[in-house]
C-alpha cells in the first residue's frame, strides 16, 4: 500500500511532521513503513517561468534566446532548442545552481543535475526551461506533455511560484507493509486514521452528501443475485447525461502520487474512490446492457468472456460473473468486459459497488491469470459496509465535478448485514499481558482515537466491521500497546513457573544425535524429501514391496519430484554419490530427516512422519565402524541395555551376507548394512558403502536418563578365558546372549578378543575366544563362585553346538 504524504496530511489537517518522524512513528505505531520515495528529492531552485520574447540565436539554427520572466524586476535570458517554446508559454525553469531529476530521455541520475549558467554557441544563458521528464515524471502521468519538449503549463500557473509545487511534486510517497488482516489500511482513509491516531490529531474524513432527481434508479435498471454465497453485497446507481472532462487538478496530483495515470474525469473518480476508501467501482455503458439487468451468477463451465484488456478468457463454473439478460458483462472484482465498456460515446452510465467473497476472487483471478488492482483489494476480504459508502462518495464527486446526473435513489442488495463486534473490556488482563500498569481511561482514550467504541452499561468494547483483526483480549491488549507505545513498556520477566526455556526431549535427541555423528567424523548433509518413483527401482525395491506405497504429490515440479519419500537411502546415496564423482575420500555424512507413510492410499488423512537418523560412509572403516557409531549414540541416549542384530532382515538394498535389523528389548530400531553392489554400481560408488538408518520415534520411546549411581567396588577382578568352537551359523551376538544371561551378578563383562577360521578348525566351525571378568561388589570372590557361574554359561553354550576348543 502506498499513500501520498500531502493526502495524508490533509486529513489530518493538524498533523506537521518530518517525513522521517512521520515514518519512524507510524512504524512505532504498528503501521509498518517499507520504504518512501520524495518525488521533489532531486528539484531544487525550480520556477515559474513565462517566455516574453524569442529571437534566433545568431549562431545555431536550431537555438533560440528566450527572456524568460520569472517574477523578478529582470528578465531572465535562457538559450533553448526546445521545437514548442513560443512567446507567452508558461514553463518551469531552473535557475542557475538548481538541480533537475535527470535528462529530457527520461533518464534519471542519482542526486539529480545541476544547472549552471554558461555560454552555448556564444550566447549567455542563466538557467534551463524543463520537460516533464527532467523534473522525475512522465508522460504517463502528464499525458498533456510532448513527446520532445518543454512542459507547458496552465493559465492559472503563477509566475515566480515553485512549479515543483504546482506540479504536485513537493510530495513524498510512502510504501507500507499491510497485513491480510488489516483490510481498513488498503485504503487513504485508514492510513490517515492511523496516523490522526499516531499523532494524537483530529481525523478529518471527507464529509459525503446524499445527491439524485427526483428519478427511481429502479425504473432504469434491475439486479438479481443468484449466487448470494459469493456476494454478500451489490449497490448500483445511475448517471446520465454524461460529461467527459479532464479531471481537476486537485485529484490528478493526488492520483499521480499513487501512482494512477489521469485519464477523464469518470475514470479518475473510480480510481480516486478506491484509493480513498480502499472499495473498488466499475462502470458499465447503460445502454449495453440487455434487458436493462444486472445478474450475478456463476459462469458456465468453459463460457468465453473477453475483459476490457481485449483478450478472450475460459471460466469455469467457480467465476462469479456480472451478466445482463443476454450475456456477461464482467468478471466479477476483477475487470469489466470489452462489451460494456466506458466509450467517449456513452449517455448514461451504470455504477456498482458491491462486495464479493475475497477467497472466491483469489482462486478466480489465478485461474483465469488475470490480476487487477481490484482483484488485489477484494482478496484481503472488504466490509461490505463500505460499499453504499463508498458509491455516495464517488456520486458526489460526479456532481461536483458536473460529470453527470445522478438518478435519485439506489439499489442495494444487502440480505443479511455484517454487525460490528463486541469485546469484553479488561483492562486488567490486558495490563498482565503488557507488564504494564495502564490506567482503565487512558485505554479508553486511545480506543477513541482509532474509533473503538465503549459501552459503560455492558463494560464491552465496540469493534466496528471495518476492524476483521480485533477478536479477542490479546487483540485489544495489543491496540493498547501500540498507541501507548511498545518503546515505553517497561522491562519486566515473563511471568510463570520458570524464567529460562528448554528445548523438548524430542529436539534434545536430535542434538545428541548430531553431537554423536559429528564426535564419530560425519558431517551433515540435507536431502529433499520430494523424490522420484524411479529411485524403488535404483535401490532394487520389490514391485509389490510397502516401501512403494507413497504419498503422491499432487502439483510435483516434475516426475523427479512427484512423491514423498519413504526411506531415507535415496538422498545419502545421492550425497555419498556426488562426492564419490569429486574424488572425495574416506567420506561420511548423516542426515536428520522424515520420511512419509501414508496410513492408506489414496490419501484420506495425514501421513506417519518419521524423523530417520541415517548414517552413511564409504572408505575408511567397514560395518562393524558403523556399528560402533550405532552402539555410541545408544548408549548416548541412555538405552543401556544391549541392542541386538536380526540378519534375517528383508532388506534388499543390503549386501545379503552383511545386512541386519537393529532390535532394542526385541523391537527394530532402525538397520544397518554394507549397500549392495548393484545398488552402489546403480550410485556410480565403486567402493563398499556402508549405512545405518534409526529411527528416532522409537528412541524416544527407549530413551531414559535415569540412571541409578552406583560406587565403585574395591574388591579385585578375576578374569577367565574362554576359548571355544563355534558352529558357523551361530553368531557373536548368541553367545553374548548366554554370558548375559547365564553369567549370575559377578559377570561385570566380557570382551571378545579373537575369531579364527582355517585349516586347525574343522568344517563348517570357527574358533571364537573371550576374556570373562567377573567380581564381587561386596566380597572377594571365591573360586567356587566363579566356577559356579562358568559351568552355567558352558552349558548354555553347549546347547547351542558350542565345544571348548582343545
Given at each position: 500500500?502506498k499513500?501520498?504524504?500531502?493526502?495524508?496530511?490533509?486529513?489530518?489537517p493538524?498533523?506537521?511532521c518530518t517525513?522521517?518522524e512521520?515514518?519512524?512513528?507510524?512504524?512505532?505505531?504498528?503501521t509498518?513503513?517499507?520504504?518512501?520515495?520524495?518525488?521533489?528529492?532531486d528539484?531544487?531552485?525550480i520556477?515559474?517561468?513565462q517566455v516574453k520574447?524569442?529571437?534566433?540565436?545568431?549562431?545555431?539554427e536550431?537555438l533560440?534566446?528566450?527572456?524568460v520572466d520569472?517574477?523578478?524586476?529582470?528578465?531572465?535570458q535562457?538559450?533553448?532548442?526546445?521545437?514548442n517554446?513560443?512567446?507567452?508559454?508558461?514553463?518551469?525553469?531552473?535557475?542557475?545552481?538548481?538541480?533537475?531529476a535527470g535528462?529530457?530521455d527520461?533518464?534519471?541520475t542519482?542526486?539529480g543535475?545541476?544547472?549552471?549558467?554558461?555560454?552555448l554557441?556564444g550566447?549567455?544563458?542563466?538557467?534551463?526551461?524543463?520537460?516533464?521528464?527532467?523534473?522525475?515524471?512522465?508522460?504517463?502521468?502528464?499525458?498533456?506533455?510532448?513527446?520532445?519538449?518543454?512542459?507547458?503549463m496552465k493559465?492559472?500557473?503563477?509566475?515566480?511560484?515553485?512549479?515543483v509545487?504546482y506540479?504536485g511534486?513537493?510530495?513524498?510517497v510512502?510504501?507500507?507493509?499491510?497485513?491480510s488482516?488489516?483490510v481498513?489500511?488498503?485504503?487513504?482513509?485508514?492510513?490517515?486514521?492511523?496516523?490522526?491516531?499516531?499523532?494524537d490529531?483530529?481525523?478529518?474524513?471527507?464529509?459525503?452528501?446524499?445527491?439524485?432527481?427526483?428519478?427511481?434508479v429502479n425504473?432504469?435498471?434491475?439486479?438479481?443475485?443468484?449466487?448470494?454465497d459469493?456476494?454478500?453485497?451489490?449497490?448500483?446507481?445511475?448517471v446520465?447525461?454524461?460529461?467527459?472532462a479532464p479531471?481537476?487538478?486537485?485529484?490528478q496530483?493526488r492520483?499521480?502520487?499513487?501512482?494512477?495515470?489521469p485519464?477523464n474525469n469518470l475514470?479518475?473518480?473510480?480510481?480516486y474512490v478506491?484509493?480513498?476508501?480502499?472499495?473498488?467501482?466499475?462502470?458499465?455503458?447503460l445502454?449495453?446492457?440487455?434487458?436493462?439487468?444486472?445478474?450475478?451468477?456463476r459462469?458456465?463451465k468453459?463460457e468465453k468472456?473477453?475483459?476490457?484488456d481485449?483478450?478472450?478468457?475460459?471460466?469455469?463454473?467457480?467465476?462469479?460473473?456480472?451478466?445482463?439478460?443476454?450475456k456477461?458483462?464482467?468478471?466479477?472484482?476483477?475487470?469489466?468486459?470489452e462489451?460494456?465498456?466506458?466509450?467517449?460515446?456513452?449517455h448514461?452510465?451504470l455504477?456498482?459497488?458491491?462486495?464479493f467473497?475475497?477467497t472466491?476472487i483469489r482462486?478466480?483471478?489465478k485461474?483465469?491469470?488475470?490480476?487487477?488492482?481490484a482483484s488485489?483489494?477484494?482478496?484481503?476480504?472488504?466490509?461490505?459496509?463500505l460499499?453504499?459508502?463508498?458509491?455516495?462518495?464517488?456520486c458526489?464527486?460526479?456532481?461536483e465535478?458536473?460529470a453527470?446526473?445522478i438518478?435519485?435513489?439506489?439499489?442495494?442488495?444487502?440480505p443479511?448485514k455484517?454487525?460490528g463486534?463486541?469485546?469484553?473490556?479488561?483492562?486488567?488482563k490486558?495490563?498482565?499481558l503488557?507488564?504494564?500498569?495502564?490506567?482503565a481511561e487512558?485505554?479508553l482514550e486511545h480506543?477513541?482515537?482509532?474509533d473503538?467504541?465503549?459501552?459503560?452499561k455492558?463494560n464491552?468494547i465496540l469493534v466496528?466491521?471495518?476492524?476483521?483483526?480485533l477478536e479477542?483480549?490479546?487483540?485489544?491488549?495489543?491496540?493498547?500497546?501500540?498507541?501507548f507505545?511498545y518503546?515505553?513498556?517497561p522491562v519486566?520477566l515473563?511471568?510463570?513457573?520458570?524464567?529460562?526455556?528448554?528445548?523438548s526431549?524430542?529436539?534434545?535427541?536430535?542434538?545428541l544425535?548430531r553431537e554423536?555423528?559429528?564426535?564419530?567424523?560425519?558431517?551433515?548433509?540435507?536431502?529433499?524429501s520430494f523424490e522420484s518413483?524411479?529411485?524403488?527401482?535404483k535401490?532394487l525395491?520389490?514391485e509389490?514391496?510397502?516401501?512403494?506405497q507413497?504419498?503422491?504429490?499432487?502439483?510435483?515440479?516434475?516426475?523427479d519430484y512427484?512423491?514423498?519419500r519413504t526411506l531415507?537411502?535415496n538422498?545419502?546415496?545421492?550425497?555419498?554419490?556426488?562426492n564419490?564423482?569429486?574424488?572425495?575420500?574416506d567420506?561420511?555424512?548423516?542426515?536428520?530427516?522424515?520420511?512419509?507413510?501414508?496410513?492408506?492410499?489414496?490419501?484420506?488423512?495425514?501421513p506417519?512422519?518419521?524423523?530417520q537418523?541415517?548414517?552413511g560412509m564409504?572408505?575408511?572403516?567397514d560395518?562393524f565402524?558403523?556399528k560402533?557409531v550405532?552402539?555410541?549414540?545408544l548408549?548416548?541416549?541412555?538405552?543401556?541395555?544391549?541392542?541386538?542384530?536380526d540378519?534375517?532382515a528383508?532388506?534388499?538394498?543390503?549386501?545379503?551376507?552383511?545386512k541386519?535389523?537393529v532390535l532394542?528389548?526385541?523391537?527394530?530400531?532402525?538397520?544397518i548394512?554394507?549397500?549392495?553392489p548393484?545398488?552402489a554400481?546403480?550410485?556410480?560408488?565403486?567402493?563398499r558403502?556402508?549405512?545405518?538408518v534409526?529411527?528416532?520415534?522409537?528412541?524416544?520411546?527407549?530413551a531414559?536418563?535415569?540412571?541409578?549411581y552406583?560406587?565403585?567396588t574395591?574388591f579385585?577382578?578375576s578374569?577367565?578365558d574362554?576359548?571355544m568352537?563355534?558352529p558357523?551359523?551361530?553368531?557373536?551376538?548368541d553367545?553374548?546372549r548366554?554370558?548375559?544371561?547365564?553369567g549370575?551378578?559377578y559377570l561385570?563383562?566380557?570382551e571378545?578378543?579373537?575369531?579364527y577360521?582355517?585349516?586347525?578348525?574343522?568344517?563348517g566351525?570357527?574358533?571364537?575366544?573371550y576374556?570373562?571378568k567377573?567380581r564381587?561388589?561386596?566380597k572377594?570372590l571365591?573360586?567356587?563362585?566363579?566356577?559356579?557361574a562358568?559351568?552355567k554359561?558352558?552349558?548354555?553354550?553347549?546347547?547351542?553346538?558350542?565345544?571348548?576348543?582343545?
Amino acid at each position: 500500500m502506498k499513500t501520498s504524504l500531502n493526502w495524508i496530511k490533509d486529513l489530518v489537517p493538524g498533523l506537521t511532521c518530518t517525513d522521517q518522524e512521520y515514518i519512524d512513528a507510524m512504524t512505532l505505531s504498528g503501521t509498518k513503513v517499507e520504504g518512501y520515495e520524495k518525488l521533489d528529492e532531486d528539484l531544487d531552485k525550480i520556477v515559474i517561468g513565462q517566455v516574453k520574447k524569442i529571437e534566433k540565436h545568431p549562431d545555431a539554427e536550431k537555438l533560440v534566446i528566450c527572456q524568460v520572466d520569472i517574477g523578478q524586476p529582470e528578465l531572465l535570458q535562457i538559450v533553448t532548442g526546445a521545437p514548442n517554446v513560443f512567446e507567452g508559454a508558461k514553463v518551469p525553469v531552473v535557475l542557475d545552481g538548481g538541480r533537475v531529476a535527470g535528462g529530457h530521455d527520461g533518464s534519471r541520475t542519482p542526486g539529480g543535475i545541476k544547472i549552471k549558467k554558461g555560454k552555448l554557441r556564444g550566447v549567455e544563458s542563466y538557467g534551463m526551461m524543463c520537460s516533464i521528464e527532467e523534473l522525475g515524471s512522465s508522460r504517463e502521468m502528464f499525458p498533456d506533455a510532448p513527446e520532445n519538449g518543454l512542459y507547458i503549463m496552465k493559465d492559472d500557473a503563477v509566475v515566480g511560484e515553485s512549479a515543483v509545487k504546482y506540479l504536485g511534486l513537493d510530495d513524498t510517497v510512502v510504501e507500507y507493509e499491510v497485513t491480510s488482516n488489516r483490510v481498513d489500511c488498503f485504503s487513504m482513509l485508514g492510513v490517515a486514521r492511523e496516523a490522526a491516531a499516531t499523532f494524537d490529531k483530529k481525523f478529518v474524513p471527507p464529509v459525503v452528501t446524499k445527491t439524485g432527481n427526483q428519478e427511481d434508479v429502479n425504473d432504469y435498471i434491475k439486479v438479481t443475485v443468484k449466487d448470494q454465497d459469493l456476494c454478500s453485497r451489490y449497490t448500483a446507481r445511475v448517471v446520465k447525461n454524461i460529461k467527459f472532462a479532464p479531471s481537476p487538478e486537485w485529484m490528478q496530483k493526488r492520483l499521480r502520487a499513487q501512482g494512477i495515470r489521469p485519464i477523464n474525469n469518470l475514470v479518475d473518480i473510480t480510481n480516486y474512490v478506491m484509493e480513498e476508501f480502499g472499495q473498488p467501482m466499475h462502470a458499465y455503458d447503460l445502454d449495453t446492457i440487455a434487458g436493462k439487468e444486472i445478474i450475478v451468477r456463476r459462469a458456465q463451465k468453459d463460457e468465453k468472456f473477453v475483459t476490457l484488456d481485449g483478450q478472450e478468457r475460459t471460466m469455469d463454473d467457480s467465476v462469479l460473473m456480472i451478466c445482463d439478460a443476454d450475456k456477461a458483462v464482467g468478471m466479477a472484482g476483477i475487470m469489466g468486459g470489452e462489451n460494456s465498456m466506458i466509450t467517449e460515446n456513452v449517455h448514461t452510465m451504470l455504477f456498482e459497488a458491491a462486495c464479493f467473497d475475497g477467497t472466491n476472487i483469489r482462486l478466480s483471478s489465478k485461474k483465469v491469470g488475470l490480476r487487477t488492482d481490484a482483484s488485489a483489494k477484494f482478496e484481503k476480504g472488504l466490509d461490505p459496509n463500505l460499499a453504499m459508502e463508498a458509491m455516495d462518495r464517488a456520486c458526489q464527486l460526479v456532481e461536483e465535478l458536473g460529470a453527470g446526473e445522478i438518478v435519485g435513489g439506489a439499489i442495494d442488495f444487502y440480505p443479511v448485514k455484517k454487525e460490528g463486534r463486541r469485546i469484553p473490556f479488561e483492562p486488567d488482563k490486558y495490563n498482565h499481558l503488557l507488564g504494564t500498569e495502564i490506567p482503565a481511561e487512558q485505554m479508553l482514550e486511545h480506543f477513541k482515537r482509532i474509533d473503538l467504541g465503549f459501552d459503560e452499561k455492558t463494560n464491552e468494547i465496540l469493534v466496528p466491521s471495518w476492524r476483521q483483526d480485533l477478536e479477542c483480549d490479546a487483540d485489544i491488549a495489543e491496540e493498547v500497546a501500540r498507541f501507548f507505545g511498545y518503546a515505553n513498556i517497561p522491562v519486566t520477566l515473563p511471568d510463570g513457573e520458570s524464567t529460562h526455556g528448554k528445548i523438548s526431549f524430542k529436539l534434545y535427541m536430535e542434538d545428541l544425535a548430531r553431537e554423536c555423528a559429528e564426535f564419530c567424523g560425519f558431517s551433515q548433509a540435507m536431502t529433499y524429501s520430494f523424490e522420484s518413483p524411479k529411485v524403488y527401482d535404483k535401490l532394487l525395491i520389490p514391485e509389490d514391496s510397502k516401501m512403494r506405497q507413497a504419498v503422491p504429490i499432487s502439483n510435483p515440479l516434475g516426475e523427479d519430484y512427484s512423491i514423498m519419500r519413504t526411506l531415507s537411502l535415496n538422498g545419502m546415496l545421492s550425497s555419498l554419490s556426488t562426492n564419490f564423482g569429486r574424488r572425495n575420500k574416506d567420506v561420511r555424512l548423516y542426515e536428520l530427516g522424515n520420511i512419509y507413510l501414508p496410513k492408506q492410499l489414496p490419501v484420506t488423512e495425514l501421513p506417519d512422519e518419521r524423523m530417520q537418523f541415517t548414517l552413511g560412509m564409504y572408505g575408511d572403516g567397514d560395518f562393524f565402524t558403523m556399528k560402533g557409531v550405532v552402539e555410541e549414540f545408544l548408549y548416548k541416549v541412555g538405552m543401556r541395555n544391549k541392542p541386538e542384530y536380526d540378519p534375517n532382515a528383508e532388506l534388499p538394498f543390503f549386501h545379503p551376507g552383511r545386512k541386519a535389523n537393529v532390535l532394542y528389548n526385541g523391537e527394530v530400531i532402525g538397520y544397518i548394512g554394507e549397500v549392495h553392489p548393484t545398488v552402489a554400481a546403480n550410485y556410480a560408488i565403486k567402493d563398499r558403502v556402508y549405512i545405518a538408518v534409526i529411527d528416532m520415534p522409537k528412541i524416544l520411546e527407549n530413551a531414559s536418563f535415569d540412571f541409578k549411581y552406583e560406587g565403585i567396588t574395591n574388591f579385585p577382578v578375576s578374569s577367565r578365558d574362554l576359548s571355544m568352537v563355534v558352529p558357523k551359523e551361530v553368531l557373536v551376538g548368541d553367545i553374548e546372549r548366554v554370558f548375559d544371561q547365564k553369567g549370575g551378578k559377578y559377570l561385570e563383562g566380557y570382551e571378545l578378543f579373537d575369531v579364527y577360521e582355517g585349516a586347525q578348525i574343522k568344517k563348517g566351525f570357527k574358533s571364537v575366544a573371550y576374556s570373562l571378568k567377573f567380581r564381587g561388589k561386596e566380597k572377594n570372590l571365591e573360586e567356587a563362585d566363579i566356577t559356579g557361574a562358568m559351568n552355567k554359561i558352558l552349558k548354555g553354550l553347549s546347547e547351542l553346538g558350542i565345544e571348548l576348543r582343545a
